[in-house]
């Protein structure tokens, strides 16, 4: 069997299976109106231990990673107190990384065990103080934070102060996603001096056709917590190739290493002549050749034949936002039925 037809026979396997326990299910959020905000999501541990006191493997610094779709007001549903608007008095009308957090913490908790998610649990696994984020997924966030889109999302309103012109930051509870997003949570390697670069593939995503290898390269910013605020030019200014950084690839959720970036921050995947399709997912984390810290990015490159490329392309899409809506669309569809059947009897 081709690697395409087994990572379509496994995409559709989970797909089917997170509808079988969506059927049965009854305790999920449903919001009133309006649809889900799709948003890519990584979650990343850079500490040296975790919460037992023992070191971190590097095969588990990437907690978990992916597309989810982010419904609006999950967080308030859940007994988080939710401002109406942000810092400056601007209306929050869109859903925030604090919903993202509790929908996939409801989205993993129901799956392990039916209906048990609530309000208490919710409480008990997300640890929040002024806005900021301290516990959450099992990890520490004391010292961590959260990245949209590369950068510390912030009001662009700089105001001057004895140690420099900087932004007010959004909390989690403010920062709005939009369709299409891309979202980090990350606990700091370095503690001292947060060096910690936010690092990205540069491109995201790389279709290829007939190709023997593809090259992309990864690039970054140190002092992701300190230089995340920037204005878009000063943070161009200090983006750089990043240099040995170990690159894993990751095929039907096997990871393994495939090298480590070049003086260009540049690495290679090679296809396999034989195979019509490939997709291959890399992840990028650990430290550079400097010794700092790199906070996980991720890449997919897909290659195939000129007449397979469309088509495997669109089901490799739809079968992506089957995974990531099963849960949550089939069982609002449940409850919207039950109720017209209520009101028919």
């Known amino acids: 069997m081709n690697r395409i037809v087994k990572r379509t026979l496994s995409i559709l396997l989970a797909a089917l299976m997170t509808l079988s326990l969506c059927l049965s299910a009854s305790a999920w959020y449903e919001p009133e109106d309006g649809e889900d905000v799709v948003v890519k999501y990584m979650i990343y541990n850079g500490a040296e231990k975790d919460a037992k006191g023992q070191p971190v493997r590097e095969e588990d610094r990437v907690v978990e990673w992916g597309s989810f779709g982010v419904a609006d007001g999950i967080a308030e549903h859940y007994g988080f107190e939710m401002p109406a608007v942000d810092h400056n008095g601007e209306p929050i009308n869109e859903p925030t990384v604090l919903d993202l ?144 950084v170990t690159v894993y690839q990751e095929i039907l959720g096997e990871r393994t290493v495939l090298g480590k970036t070049d003086e260009n921050g540049q690495i290679t995947v090679t296809f396999e002549p034989t195979w019509r399709f490939e997709s291959v997912d890399l992840l990028a984390y650990g430290v550079d050749a400097n010794g700092t810290p790199v906070i996980a990015a991720e890449c997919m490159v897909m290659n195939s034949n000129s007449a397979s490329r469309t088509l495997l392309a669109k089901i490799r899409a739809f079968f992506a936002k089957i995974k990531a809506f099963f849960a949550g669309l089939f069982n609002r569809e449940i409850k919207r039925n039950n109720r017209i059947k209520e009101r028919l009897l």
Request: glycine share 10%.
């Open 101 to 244: 957090i509790v929908g996939l913490l409801e989205f993993k908790t129901n799956m392990e065990a039916e209906n048990s998610f609530t309000a208490e649990t919710a409480q008990e696994q997300i640890v929040l103080s002024w806005g900021y984020l301290k516990q959450a997924f099992g990890l520490d966030f004391t010292y961590g934070g959260f990245l949209i889109n590369g950068v510390q999302p912030n009001d662009g309103i700089y105001v001057t102060s004895e140690w420099g012109s900087f932004p007010t930051g959004y909390s989690i509870d403010e920062a709005r996603l939009h369709e299409g997003d891309s979202v980090t949570l990350y606990t700091l390697a370095d503690r001292k001096t947060y060096s910690d670069a936010c690092a990205s593939f540069e491109p995201s995503e790389l279709f290829c056709e007939n190709a023997d290898s593809a090259t992309v390269t990864l690039t970054g910013y140190e002092s992701a917590m300190l230089n995340g605020n920037k204005t878009p030019e000063e943070i161009a200014a200090l983006t750089k190739p990043l240099e040995g």
